[in-house]
Every structure is written in C-alpha cells, then in structure tokens.
C-alpha cells in the first residue's frame, strides 16, 4: 500500500510471487546490482534474460543462477549497449524468445551503466558514456516497448543516480556531437551526471507517453553501492577507496532487494514517471522534472537513434 508520503511499502523479497510465464529482462546482469537482482528475481520462476557485454561473465553467471535457483530458464545473450547493432540483435532475440512459448515480457530493468574516465568514441560516432547510459538504453527500451504494451501489467524500470544533480545546465543541443568532447580535457563526473539526467528525462516522457498503457515508466537511484561500478575510474579505484566503498556504501544486495521490489510492486503504473530511493519517492533536480526539457531531449534523441520499423 501507498501511505501519503508516496513510500512504498517493502515485499519480501525471500517470498515473491511467481512469474511464471513472465519474462524479465536485466542489462548488465553479470555484476554488481544487476547480478544481485537477477539472483533473486531467478525463484520465481520467471524466464530471466541476462544481457551482458562479455560473454564469459555471461554464462557464468548463466549457470551460477540456473544452479542456485534451480530454474533452468535463465538465459544468458550478448548485449552491448555501446553498439546499435547489438542492441537491435539483442532485441530481436528477447522477442523471438518471448514469441516462441507465447510469454509476456513483464519487466525491462535498464540497469547497465558505466562510469568511465576517458573520452572514446564508439562504433556509432557517440561517447561512449553517452551511448551505453543513454542512447543505447532507449533505442532497446524502444525496440521491446510493442511487446511491452502486449502485457497485462508491464514495467520499465531504469537506474539511475544522484550524480543527475552534477549538472547545472544541460547540453542537449551539443551532447549529441562528438566535437563537444575534447579527449585532453575530459570531465568524466559531468558527463555521467548528465547522461543519468537524460536517463531521468526520457522516463519521464515515456511515461506520458504512455500514460493510457499498461506499461509503467520508473526510476530507481539506488544510492552508493558497493560494487565494481568505478573499475574503469583509475582515479578512484584503488585499495583504500575500495576499502572505503565496502565499509560505507549500500551492499549490492541490499540495492537489489529495493529495485526487485519495484519490479513486483502493484503501486508503480499509478506512480508511473516517478523516482525511487530506498522505496520513498525521490524529489529529483529541477532539471529532471522539467517537461519541457524532456520533451526536447527526446526529439533530439529520435533524430539520432537508428530508425524503429514498428511491425
Ligand atoms: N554503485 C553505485 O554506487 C551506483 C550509484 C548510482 C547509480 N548506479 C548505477 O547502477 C547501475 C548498475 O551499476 P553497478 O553499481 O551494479 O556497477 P557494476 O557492477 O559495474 O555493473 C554495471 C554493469 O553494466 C554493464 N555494462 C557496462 N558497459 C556495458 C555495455 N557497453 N553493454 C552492456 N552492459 C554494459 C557491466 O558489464 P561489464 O561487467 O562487462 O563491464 C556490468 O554488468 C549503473 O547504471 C550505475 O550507473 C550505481
């Protein structure tokens, strides 16, 4: 139940329901939060897709989970958010998976991240950051909506993060460019924040968007978390800051039992737009609620994406 305040009240997560018949789909589920998330979402039965970058990490985790749930339908397949080619085979084998046995997709969680300290450019023309917080996030969000809205009660869920506040002035007409970055004078801090903005943004269109839809729209900052998330971050990852990490931040177990609670709670369609911490309702920067920047962002972000033939 919702109290006033907009809390949401926990499930627990040792008894959930079973989603039997139901698909959930977790990015970057070979670590961290993702990988916690996927252990606990595997008992109840769901048919889990794994989309991970490497594929060693992948199956391993593929048959850590299979063998610790006892559920022989987690499937590991390749995702590289950083390729729009990938993205779209991803899809496509996410809906080819959901087709064969007739299965709802039930959950997207967008989970997958990076916080990288250089300026790289991807396969596609975009920073990287860029492509793997943002760009890539929407374009599968887009691919899998149609097989979305097919489901009775179906939820996107993308993670996000406080590091959205970094950003005083935003950059729509620019961040797009590669000529806005310059390699000698990278701020990698910016630019993360920036892209987890437009991860808050783009929920909060899609969530008018489709607001008379089963489909609900949330975000969740999962606070600071113990996990390998600073590994391409050579300033900060070293053996006192890891040590720091582990004895003060949030256990990727702890994070993945709120965000699994999101993807069970019965309150999200109707708080469908909104952001999450810890399971109460997240008062985000000015810059994240403004409808008139999301609006603009995503027209931005279309003209960009690869083109969605809708079948
Ligand atoms: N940890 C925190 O304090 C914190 C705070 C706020 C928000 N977050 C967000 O939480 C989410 C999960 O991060 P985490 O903390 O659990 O970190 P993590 O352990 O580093 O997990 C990140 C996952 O994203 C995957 N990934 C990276 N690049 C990818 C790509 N190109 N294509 C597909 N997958 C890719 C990683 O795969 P590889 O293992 O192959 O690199 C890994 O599985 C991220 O979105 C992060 O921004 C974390």
Redesign the pocket.
Known sequence: MLASRNVLEPINVKALPKLKGKIVVI?????????ETARLIAKTECKLIL????EL?GLATQEEIKSSSGNDLIIYKH????SFKSVFTFAEEVLQLAATEDFELHCLLN?????YDKHELTEDGFNISLQ??YL?LVYLTLLLLPKLKESSSSRIIN?????HRCVSQPHIDEFFSSDYFSPNKYDPIPVYGET?LYVMLSALHLSKVLEETNVSVSCV?????A???L?HFKKYNTLITRFLIWLR?KS?VKAAEEVTCLIFHPHLKENSGKVWKSLEEENPSSLATSEELAKKLWSQTLTVLPKINSK
């Open positions: 990015t970057g589920a070979n670590s961290g939060i993702g990988k989309g991970c970058r490497r990490e995702l590289d958010l950083s989970n997958a991240g990076i916080f793997v917080n890539g993670v996000t993060s406080e590091a987890k900052d999962p606070g600071n978390v996990t390998n998330i590994r931040f990727a």
